[in-house]
């Protein structure tokens, strides 16, 4: 059973920087998508960006472009998001998400995940 748990999340003011972090078991292939979903009260939940673990492409919603990036460290069994210059349309509830892949790998905005963390709190004040 795939495990994710959530860690990193805090109050910033704009402008700063959080890195949260997704440690996940259980994986039984090394070929996942693996993303970042987020959010905000009275909002749909909106997947700002994933990554494939077996090779190096990742995906980003336009609303974070230039500056989030996920990365991961496979050795630490853990993926990362690094979030600069914060806004306060950040703020939300941002869960880490996976789903194995099959054949050809797609990880992108389209992801339909099946695992999910219990999630952590970003709140960024203006």
């Known amino acids: 059973q795939v495990q994710l748990e959530e860690s990193g999340g805090g109050s910033v003011q704009a402008g700063g920087s959080l890195r949260l972090s997704c440690g996940y078991s259980?994986?039984?292939?090394?070929?996942?998508?693996v993303g970042w979903v987020r959010q905000a009260p009275g909002k749909d939940r909106e997947k700002v960006a994933v990554?494939?673990?077996?090779?190096?492409?990742?995906y980003y919603a336009d609303s974070v472009k230039g500056r989030f990036t996920i990365y991961q460290d496979s050795d630490k069994n853990t993926v990362y998001l690094q979030m600069n210059s914060l806004k306060p349309e950040d703020t939300a509830m941002y869960y880490c998400?996976?789903?194995?892949?099959?054949?050809?790998?797609?990880?992108?905005?389209?992801?339909?995940?099946?695992?999910w963390g219990p999630g952590t709190q970003v709140t960024v004040s203006s």
């Open positions: 998400a996976a789903r194995r892949t099959l054949g050809i790998p797609v990880c992108d905005g389209s992801t339909q995940y099946n695992y």
């Open positions: 259980g994986y039984t292939s090394r070929h996942y998508c």
């Open positions: 990554l494939y673990t077996g090779g190096n492409s990742t």
